[in-house]
């Protein structure tokens, strides 16, 4: 005579009583009304350096949503953090290209507004307005080579305001202006809007 041997349940009804049902108890201490929202974890303020340095190897890793994630973490607890902040405003110009709106853009502004140096303020945004013209000369629709020409004029103003006050050896300010020089330079089909354009745009 053969012993009863009990057979296991089938996987999938494993998974589903112990994976799902965990969740779902996970879920609930930091679900909000309708299950929709739920309570962000604080992070540790000895944790902040490591989670910059994650941060950035995000944004290398054309991961901007990720990296804007942690950079929020890390205000949360330290709102002042000229760093994070810096890293922040990247993160969000880098997703000028997929996600050219005006909440983008608008976040990014008010990320530079907490920036604490005067310097920084005009540097980066002359960064932003550098990022809106490649999201628009690589976009390539009808009005965009105007409109790339103009984002890249008004960065070079920026730069050139900020290399009249930056740190003495600093010459990021340069580099980007004689970036944005060299585009313009090559691209002729990039110029500022004309009479017949704006005539021909409008019709």
């Known amino acids: 005579m053969f012993a009863r041997v009990a057979l296991p349940r089938p996987v999938d009804r494993l998974f589903d009583y112990s994976v799902s049902e965990g969740l779902n108890q996970a879920a609930r201490p930091g679900a909000r009304k309708g299950g929709r929202m739920f309570e962000l974890k ?3 303020l000895e944790s902040v350096p490591a989670a910059l340095d994650r941060a950035e190897r995000y944004r290398l890793l054309e ?3 990720e990296a804007e994630s942690i950079c ?3 205000l949360e607890v330290d ?6 902040l810096v890293a922040l405003l990247l993160a969000l110009t880098d997703q000028f290209e997929a996600h050219m709106r005006a909440s983008v853009v608008t976040e990014a502004t008010k990320v530079l507004l907490r920036l604490d140096d005067d310097y920084m303020k005009l540097y ?3 960064v932003i307005c550098e990022r809106r013209a ?5 976009r390539g629709g009808m ?17 050139e305001r900020a290399e009249h006050i930056k740190p003495e050896g600093n010459d990021e300010a340069i580099l980007r202006w004689n970036a944005c020089a060299r585009v313009l330079n090559r691209h002729k089909e990039l110029e500022p809007p004309h009479e017949d354009a704006v005539e021909h745009m409008l019709e």
Do not use: C
């Open 63 to 65: 991961e901007p949503t």
């Open 42 to 44: 604080p992070i540790s």
């Open 143 to 159: 009005g965009d080579r105007f409109t790339a020409y103009e984002w890249f004029r008004h960065a070079m103003e920026y730069y």
């Open 72 to 74: 929020l973490d890390v």
């Open 134 to 138: 490649k999201a628009h000369f690589r």
């Open 124 to 126: 980066y945004h002359g």
């Open 79 to 84: 709102p002042e953090n000229q760093r994070a």
